[in-house]
């Protein structure tokens, strides 16, 4: 069964007038008991307002019917609806004729105004009825004394006038017919019918405000405020009751709204500070064909747009562009690797800075990517740059962003940098021991402050950014040569990781083997996929791994192009391997003899030997000529004689281009 649908009280109406306009409001408000709830009341002026005023401020009234100057003034003093019994051009020229029967020495006196009607009535019939006017009480007392005494015998005027000429022994006919106030109680009827539809509206409207966290002010086409939310209340600290009156820019001058309205133009998504907080304002033009009526300004807590925004990104299951592994791509099972996962895994619990070490090709990006997945950060940007893939002045812009107009060719608009892109997230910076002199104070400014200064920028952006670096090099000894920053170095080694070199994990090799090996035949879209051959299996044991997994990636994708589903005898297999990989079997090494790295006691004194040329340890007058020297060793191959200089073929080249 539905519930009882409930019927909304009557309008409250209170009719006021005078003598015979009460009367004529008795004779004919029975006929209205059903559709209002009427109340005749005898009082005027400044009595009726103050009765009227009370009732109103304790919502028992809804609309007000009155007639001439009390009608007009109820009008001035009061804030319900008043509205007034108005006389028509025919009740005047019935009222005159039911007056010239009674005398010929009659006048008419009126509130505010005469009917055009009346004069060409009078002149139609050469009548001499004077007509004249009043605003107040005292007016309408004056007029009637004086046409006593000019030796008028009727007056014909509204209910007051009438009262006054009887009093005063003249004869009063009445103005109002029965149907003008009939009219006028049927408009108070329907005046109150639409003041309820619309304080249910504006209820419905305020009620929905009155929930909003957004703040929301509206204000008329004086910029005076006509709404004032809870949440407004809390933003500018002050209440509804009030704000409301008042004009918006005496409250907030920083937040007003007279140059939207002038312009016609919305205003979105300003940034303000109110205080200690940082608000995003909205300004919005009311607008309709008559022009501008006003404007509606909104605030929004920046913090609380960051919080909806972390929480819609949460909830989303896949990761976000950047992030391709988790730490359990990490593969290996042995101690080394171990260790690793599960140091990485507390790193990635806390918002500090993480040095990565390890030769290339280990995994360090896997590891940075697996780290910010496992971070509270994970719903954010993982973005991740290599600091020796660009020259200086692009690395720039690419990691801090430009203002429009910064440099000849810069975006219209200017273009946000890394460490805003990453906001909230991770910022990877690969080799970043490669990263030239002036960048590294810039990063170091950023780490310590905690904001951006885009390049050609006077405002310094906030950014909320876990920073994971990574290198290859030697940072304490590019620190002592003085080609890296030792506060830079401090700031970015708090956290510190080392990633194990293939060689140093052996028992790991079997299964990255066969992970890789599965993923090339994937990729080349292998229909039947094998094992990895074992003939291939062991010979892939032998081998020393100084490219680390990368190399091992390139060989198995190798070995899948090779087999790419035949089956081959153990010796044909290794027989066409040693033409596809040679440096699998001693030979064709893409390394120089001296620096091949083995895990017997003689490749360990390679190692060392190989370590002794590294870069950093060279002066930097003399470092031309130290990499001249190693390229003529390794025979022209730049790639070999980067790994032995300890540096990235970026590098090689630029600094043998500024030579």
Request: hydrophobic share 45%; aromatic share 6%.
């Amino acid at each position: 069964m539905s519930p009882p649908v409930s019927t909304p009280a009557r309008p409250r109406i209170w009719a006021i007038g005078i003598s015979r306009l009460a009367r004529a409001f008795a004779d004919l408000i029975p006929a209205y008991a059903s559709r209002a709830e009427f109340r005749i009341v005898g009082k005027g002026y400044e009595a009726a307002a103050s009765a009227v005023a009370r009732e109103a401020r304790e919502g028992r009234l809804d609309v007000v019917v009155a007639g001439g100057s009390n009608g007009a003034y109820l009008r001035q003093h009061v804030d319900v609806p008043v509205v007034l019994v108005k006389v028509t051009g025919f009740d005047v020229m019935s009222a005159l004729a039911t007056a010239r029967r009674i005398s010929s020495k009659v006048a008419l006196v009126t509130h505010a105004s005469t009917y055009a009607e009346v004069d060409e009535f009078v002149r139609a019939f050469s009548l001499s009825i004077p007509a004249y006017t009043y605003l107040t009480e005292d007016d309408a007392v004056a007029r009637v004394k004086a046409l006593k005494q000019e030796g008028v015998q009727v007056v014909v005027g509204p209910g007051l006038v009438t009262d006054l000429a009887d009093r005063f022994g003249l004869t009063g006919v009445f103005l109002y017919s029965g149907n003008s106030v009939r009219m006028a109680l049927e408009d108070a009827i329907e005046a109150a019918r639409l003041r309820r539809i619309e304080a249910v509206r504006r209820d419905y409207v305020n009620t929905i405000l009155a929930h909003l966290n957004e703040g929301v002010a509206a204000v008329d086409a004086e910029g005076r405020i006509q709404s004032f939310n809870p949440a407004m209340e809390r933003f500018l600290g002050t209440t509804a009751a009030a704000a409301v009156g008042r004009k918006l820019q005496t409250l907030a001058p920083n937040l007003a709204l007279e140059g939207v309205m002038q312009s016609g133009n919305k205003e979105l998504e300003a940034i303000h500070k109110l205080g200690d907080k940082m608000v995003v304002v909205n300004r919005i033009p009311i607008t309709s064909e008559a022009g501008t009526t006003g404007a509606v300004l909104t605030i929004q807590d920046a913090s609380a747009i960051q919080r909806v925004d972390r929480n819609l990104r949460s909830r989303s299951r896949t990761r976000p562009a950047g992030v391709r592994y988790s730490l359990d791509d990490l593969a290996g099972t042995s101690a080394a690797m171990t260790e690793l996962r599960e140091l990485a895994r507390r790193y990635a619990a806390v918002d500090s800075t993480v040095l990565v070490g390890g030769e290339s090709g280990t995994g360090k990006e896997v590891l940075a990517q697996g780290m910010h997945d496992a971070s509270p950060r994970r719903a954010f940007p993982f973005v991740a740059v290599n600091c020796a893939a660009f020259p200086e002045a692009l690395l720039e812009s690419e990691l801090f962003g430009y203002e429009e107009g910064a440099f000849t060719g810069a975006r219209r608009g200017g273009k946000a940098g890394l460490f805003e892109s990453a906001h909230n997230g991770t910022l990877f910076l690969d080799e970043v021991g490669d990263m030239p002199p002036a960048l590294q104070t810039r990063l170091l400014r950023v780490l310590q402050e905690k904001q951006v200064l885009p390049i050609g920028g006077l405002e310094a952006v906030p950014v909320n950014v876990r920073v994971i670096a990574a290198t290859h090099r030697d940072l304490p000894a590019l620190v002592r040569v003085g080609t890296f920053r030792q506060d830079l170095y401090y700031r970015l080694n708090i956290l510190r990781i080392e990633m194990p070199p293939l060689r140093e994990r052996a028992e790991d090799l079997p299964e990255l083997a066969d992970l890789l090996y599965r993923r090339a035949q994937e990729r080349l879209a292998i229909e039947r996929p094998q094992r990895l051959p074992a003939a291939a299996r062991a010979q892939l044991a032998r081998y020393d791994w100084p490219g680390n997994i990368r190399e091992l990636e390139n060989v198995t994708e190798r070995i899948a192009v090779l087999v790419a589903g035949r089956r081959m005898e153990a010796d044909e297999m290794l027989r066409e391997l040693q033409a596809a990989a040679p440096e699998l079997f001693g030979g064709g090494s893409s390394l120089p003899q001296d620096v091949v790295i083995a895990s017997t006691p003689a490749g360990k004194g390679a190692r060392q030997r190989g370590a002794g040329r590294l870069l950093a340890g060279v002066a930097q007058a003399s470092e031309v000529e130290h990499i001249r020297r190693v390229l003529e060793e390794c025979g022209g191959d730049r790639m070999a004689a980067c790994h032995v200089l300890g540096i990235s073929p970026t590098t090689l080249w630029r600094r043998l281009k500024a030579a």
